[in-house]
């Protein structure tokens, strides 16, 4: 009888020790969001549609004030909840897809992910004469939106917890602080890292998100990309950042052929600068092969709107 009081109290504190670690790296992944990559997305939110808009904007043009006024205009219409606004620092791949569709490449200055209740409520917010007025100052706009389970997307932050204690357990090599790649300063992709500090116009330090649409190759391509993808979460249960939002891809404004669409939190310009021009980014850059992709850095601007 004691021997079965113990074990049943003995499974009692681990369970419940197993519960306040996964309550703790949800609460604490939670607060990432929302303080660093100034993300607004609500943990539970059904059969919703989130759309990302992609907008040019002329030199002229106060990029703040306009997005300030398609948000409100989107708030007073009563839909189009603004999920994430970033402002894009670099587009870093152009994809095939979109050029042909849109007749040449498009350098974007800024993206908002925003969640409707349905396809239908899109096309009414879109209908809205305040909200056409506040979207015609961008000259060229691209829509494109993705359906995300809450449930896949609550359970991110455990699959990184479950990578971490597998690193800990494993005693797997840290990759931070990176090393360099040699010769990184003369490589083209050091003035890409460069270009994008002060791109960022004072922003970003704190966090990037880099909005990806991706089109899955063969089944070659699919396997060399999964051994990419395997090696970056490791890095993001790591340095604990990563995706925050995973979802499968709806066309919207042009029938373009994308798999997924993903977000990805970085925790800052300089970070991601150190990253791009290490030796583990580049060991592993190689195996990343889609069909088609295209590649936005933004850095976080929602708290200015």
Same mark, same amino acid.
């Given at each position: 009888?004691?021997? $079965? +009081? ?12 197993? *519960?306040?670690?996964? *309550?703790?790296?949800?609460? /604490?992944?939670?607060?990432?969001? /929302? ?21 040019? @904007? ?9 997005? $300030? ?8 219409? %009563? ?7 970033? +402002?894009?620092? /670099? ?13 040449? &490449? !498009?350098?974007?200055? @800024? ?6 209740? #349905?396809?239908?409520?899109?096309? /009414? ?17 691209? @829509?494109? %939106? ?5 449930? =896949? ?48 116009? %004072? ?5 990037? !998100?880099? !909005? ?5 190759? &063969? ?13 970056? *979460? ?14 499968? #891809?709806?066309?919207? &404004? ?5 798999? #997924? ?6 925790? %800052? ?17 190689? &195996?990343? =092969? ?8 933004? !850095? ?6």
């Amino acid at each position: 009888m004691m021997k $079965r +009081k113990f074990l049943a109290w003995t499974l009692l504190i681990f369970l419940a020790a197993v *519960f306040a670690t996964m *309550f703790w790296q949800q609460s /604490r992944y939670g607060d990432i969001r /929302r303080d660093f990559a100034q993300d607004r997305q609500s943990p539970l939110y059904g059969q919703s549609l989130h759309v990302l808009t992609y907008l040019t @904007a002329p030199p002229e043009l106060e990029l703040l004030s306009s997005l $300030r006024t398609l948000r409100a205009s989107a708030e007073h219409e %009563g839909t189009g909840i603004l999920i994430y606004a970033g +402002k894009v620092v /670099r587009n870093a791949r152009d994809s095939t897809q979109l050029t042909e569709a849109l007749g040449r &490449d !498009v350098e974007w200055e @800024a993206i908002i992910l925003q969640q409707f209740e #349905s396809r239908e409520a899109y096309s /009414r917010y879109l209908q809205n004469d305040e909200v056409r007025a506040a979207l015609s100052v961008f000259p060229v706009q691209f @829509a494109h %939106g993705m359906r995300r389970s809450a449930a =896949q997307n609550l359970l991110l932050p455990q699959a990184l917890l479950l990578r971490r204690l597998q690193r800990l357990i494993t005693f797997a090599p840290t990759s931070v602080p990176f090393e360099a790649i040699s010769g990184a300063e003369d490589m083209e992709i050091a003035d890409v890292a460069r270009s994008m500090l002060p791109a960022t116009g %004072g922003f970003g330090e704190e966090a990037i !998100v880099v !909005v990806n649409l991706m089109l899955e190759g &063969d089944a070659a391509q699919s396997a060399a990309n999964a051994e990419y993808g395997d090696q970056m *979460f490791s890095l993001f249960a790591e340095q604990e950042h990563g995706p925050i939002h995973v979802g499968a #891809s709806v066309p919207i &404004d042009h029938p373009l052929d994308y798999t #997924s669409v993903a977000l990805v939190y970085y925790p %800052g310009v300089s970070y991601f600068r150190n990253l791009v021009l290490s030796t583990f980014f580049q060991e592993i850059i190689g &195996d990343k =092969q889609l069909a088609d992709t295209m590649v936005s850095i933004t !850095v976080p601007i929602t708290n200015r709107l």
